[in-house]
């Protein structure tokens, strides 16, 4: 069942066009991904949605409700801000209590023992009675989506929320955050320009570029039928060549090194060969038509095959595999 549905919103910042027609619609329950470069306007469609911006046209529907002008403190959604916004001076367990304490209908032991209960989902419980500046970046955001969720929004918004935490963390908290969104079947829009982020943690991925939409689909969809060719550079690795009329393109790791003396459709020789822990990416270059194309096989098998610079290879491009995409989105 669709929850939230955004219909041809546009968004002027003086001449410029931030937001061109966006339409999009996200069931109840699912986390979805604004996913886009800077400057798209990923950032500026969650705060309309949020009703932090207002549009100069369109319509916002929650939950089949026209919200288009319905002020923030109407919306009940939680949100989640790049720099987590906690309150220096107040404890962990304060800073989830903050809104806690304005909510009507609950006992102060009630309030209490909804702010544990958060914090112990987020697993920050032991450092309850510890202040930001004592927590690292990934117990902070902990604490940011602990007091997000503490008032049981109908939805939960993430603006960029694990951009600013290391690769470790950074990894550990995305399967976290799909967990806990999971338990609390919380409907999730989350805004990042990382596409492994969006890939590993997403029902449904907006793709956005230049102040329109992209594509949108499942994870899966996305990275292998991509919509257009910006798609398909956006997230992952994509071989472009040209074939007559057609531009084509075909994901590095379904193409396929074969002996010389198997069916083959193009001939390159090996530019580079970079190592990449569990594959092997090869850079080669089609002579004639001075074509770089990248493949990607497993590292163990990269290594029997002793590759050198230089060295001709004969690949296999499946047409199972393979995009189209006309001349003009080139």
Do not use: W
């Not at 939230?4 to 968004?11: F, S």
């Not at 997000?148 to 976290?176: F, H, I, M, Q």
């Not at 995009?323 to 003009?328: G, K, Q």
Request: charged letters at 25%; glycine letters at 6%.
């Amino acid at each position: 069942m669709s929850f939230l549905e955004i219909k041809d919103i546009t968004k002027r910042f003086g001449t410029q066009t931030v937001l061109n027609g966006i339409n999009a619609v996200i069931e109840s329950g699912e986390l979805v991904c604004i996913l886009g470069p800077s400057g798209c306007g990923k950032t500026t469609l969650l705060r309309i949605i949020a009703g932090l911006e207002s549009a100069e046209s369109g319509k916002i529907f929650i939950d089949g409700k026209d919200c288009t002008f319905l002020p923030p403190s109407k919306r009940n959604f939680g949100i989640v801000f790049q720099s987590y916004a906690l309150f220096p001076h107040m404890t962990v367990m304060e800073n989830v209590m903050f809104g806690l304490k304005q909510k009507k209908g609950m006992t102060v032991v009630e309030k209490e023992n909804k702010a544990l209960d958060m914090l112990r989902l987020v697993d920050i419980s032991d450092h309850k009675d510890k202040y930001p500046r004592q927590l690292s970046g990934g117990q902070q955001q902990r604490t940011a989506l602990a007091r997000a969720v503490a008032l049981s929004p109908s939805y939960l918004l993430l603006d960029e929320p694990l951009s600013a935490l290391d690769a470790k963390v950074r990894s550990r908290l995305r399967t976290e955050i799909k967990s806990i969104q999971r338990k609390l079947g919380i409907t999730t829009i989350m805004v990042t320009h990382d596409q492994e982020e969006a890939l590993t943690m997403a029902d449904k991925i907006i793709v956005m570029n230049n102040a329109v939409v992209e594509q949108i689909g499942r994870p899966h969809a996305v990275y292998n039928r991509p919509a257009t060719s910006f798609v398909a550079n956006f997230i992952g690795t994509m071989n472009f060549y040209v074939r007559g009329k057609e531009k084509r393109g075909i994901r590095p790791e379904k193409i396929k090194i074969v002996d010389c003396s198997q069916p083959y459709d193009i001939t390159a020789l090996v530019q580079d060969i970079e190592f990449k822990g569990a594959f092997t990416r090869v850079h080669s270059l089609v002579p004639e038509e001075n074509t770089g194309i990248s493949i990607d096989l497993p590292s163990d098998y990269a290594d029997s095959m002793k590759l050198r610079r230089e060295t001709t290879i004969f690949l296999q491009i499946p047409d199972e595999h393979t995009i189209r995409y006309s001349m003009c989105s080139v």
